[in-house]
């Protein structure tokens, strides 16, 4: 396959790719440029600059991933990617302990003052008594956004024996206290820390988190921090506040228009200003490359990646526990679509056995990808299956029992569709799919890329006379099974075959006296 790597990155994660596609490294296109090429690649690799908007998004005909080499993804329009079914993901983990200590270095530089000391020296003075600083031990640190950066970040200050309090709707009390962090409402946060550091993405709710009245809360000898993303304070208000003396000074490295040409922080008093180097650091860039690099490797080859943005997470353990069944959950949801027929108005994957401790959300988007693929010219996979289903009027259900009977682990695809319920369900046996049950018939059969379901009267000469009419056709079967309710009542017989039936051989079939239904399914290569 192609990849696109369209700014620096560094040439570990650069060899990763290569060593198993081709690579093109173009840096410094412009938008239209990018746009032009993108239809020759299947993955492409960003940083921070290269905006992926809907437009370049659309022209990416055969994008399967985008990997951002770094944290935030606002670069990329992510709901631009899942209806495209393209995969995002990023490296939240490479650069935590660099953001992490460009934090505490700003912490630092504010609380002892030291640009505006160098600057002194360097203007040929000694004013020793006009930097006089203050210590961290014993201050609180208040933290917003208990992610990865922020729990690095108390980790630290409590070494240097700071207090640690710290705000986030998603981080429970218990978890908090786990990196000695007390929990507190934000508002409380603000009052309370003689240093605010903020941490979070940029959303609906954390956008301009950070105004006026929220510096007003602050104590007058407080510091700011900011080393996440520039939206999320007020700009205005924060300079506003500095020359005000509102609050002590600000640490920033983000800004909401990068570079920050004419911002009010460039001349606000009391600032330690950075070029957004929250990961610049060779470790840290080595780290996000290879992280980044790796999961588009992943999602190439069709494994769950673990920090796919637009896609359910996983944790490692999960991911290894879920992978096998994937491939039978996509073909019972094929299966079911031609079985099934009509349009689907509700479908429910049911668990049961050892995968039902696990998050199963990645096998119902197996099942609605199967489902979906033969009724819809776009792109349908992992990312945007529910998306897709729910723009169809499909309702999804999901259930988890431990108890799957006979089996270890039992998988169901039940559903209505034009008014009638249908089911079909399936199993691995030593790591092979097995189709277990269709609507009320058990049987044990291994799926073929072609198949032929026939209900019948279960009466003397049945099966011999279909096969003779497929033998006639030169239609080879490799594998049988029948299933009925009871003697000479109805029965549902599944062929295995190597060769896909024609129309007319399957009318033929239908026409046959005691027939009462035919289905030719053609699962394909992943059955």
Do not use: C
Not at 269 to 295: D, I, W
């Amino acid at each position: 396959m192609r990849i696109l790597v369209a700014e620096p990155l560094a040439r570990e994660g650069v060899e990763i790719l290569r060593r198993h596609h081709d690579v093109d490294e173009k840096v410094g296109l412009t938008p239209e440029e990018y746009r032009a090429i993108l239809p020759e690649y299947d993955a492409l690799v960003v940083r921070s600059q290269v905006k992926v908007d809907a437009e370049m998004i659309a022209a990416g005909t055969r994008l399967t991933v985008i990997g951002r080499a770094g944290v935030g993804v606002d670069n990329v329009d992510l709901d631009a990617a899942t209806r495209a079914g393209i995969t995002v993901v990023n490296a939240p983990t490479g650069n935590t302990i660099a953001a992490a200590e460009l934090t505490l270095a700003l912490l630092f530089a504010l609380a002892r003052k030291v640009p505006a000391a160098d600057a002194s020296m360097r203007r040929g003075e000694w004013k020793r008594s006009a930097f006089s600083g203050h210590e961290l031990r014993g201050k609180t640190l208040g933290i917003v956004g208990l992610g990865k950066i922020g729990q690095a970040i108390a980790d630290r200050a409590r070494a240097l024996e700071m207090i640690v309090i710290g705000s986030d709707p998603f981080v429970s009390a218990e978890q908090a206290a786990r990196h000695g962090i007390e929990l507190v409402p934000f508002e409380e946060l603000l009052g309370r820390s003689d240093a605010v550091t903020l941490h979070v993405p940029v959303t609906k709710t954390t956008k301009g988190l950070i105004g006026a009245a929220e510096l007003a809360r602050m104590k007058p000898s407080a510091f700011l921090l900011n080393v996440a993303r520039g939206a999320v304070v007020d700009e205005a208000a924060l300079a506003a506040a500095l020359r005000a003396g509102t609050i002590a000074g600000a640490g920033i490295d983000v800004y909401t228009t990068e570079p920050p040409t004419g911002n009010p922080l460039l001349d606000a008093p009391n600032t330690v200003l950075t070029p957004h180097l929250g990961a610049s650091t060779a470790e840290a860039q080595v780290l996000v490359a290879e992280e980044a690099s790796q999961q588009v490797l992943d999602v190439l080859d069709g494994r769950p990646a673990r920090y796919a943005v637009n896609a359910p997470l996983l944790t490692p353990e999960t991911a290894r526990a879920i992978a096998p069944f994937l491939p039978l959950a996509e073909t019972l949801g094929r299966f079911y679509a031609q079985f099934a027929r009509g349009a689907v108005e509700t479908l429910t994957l049911e668990v049961a056995g050892e995968l039902a401790a696990h998050d199963v959300t990645p096998l119902q988007a197996a099942v609605l990808r199967g489902l979906l693929e033969g009724t819809t010219t776009e792109r349908v996979n992992l990312v945007n299956a529910a998306l897709l289903a729910k723009a169809r009027g499909i309702t999804l259900v999901q259930r988890k029992t431990p108890d799957a009977g006979a089996f270890a682990t039992l998988v169901t695809v039940t559903g209505v569709a034009d008014g009638l319920p249908h089911a079909v369900a399936g199993t691995l046996a030593n790591g092979e799919q097995r189709l277990v049950r269709l609507d009320d018939y058990e049987l044990e059969m291994a799926p073929a890329p072609w198949m032929l379901v026939t209900r019948h009267q279960d009466r003397p000469g049945m099966m011999g006379r279909i096969g003779i009419m497929l033998g006639e056709a030169d239609i080879n079967i490799s594998a049988m099974h029948l299933g009925r309710s009871a003697p000479r009542s109805d029965a549902f017989m599944l062929l295995a075959l190597d060769e896909a039936v024609p129309d007319d051989v399957a009318d033929h079939i239908r026409a046959m006296d005691g027939v009462l239904d035919i289905w030719s399914v053609e699962l394909g290569d992943g059955a």
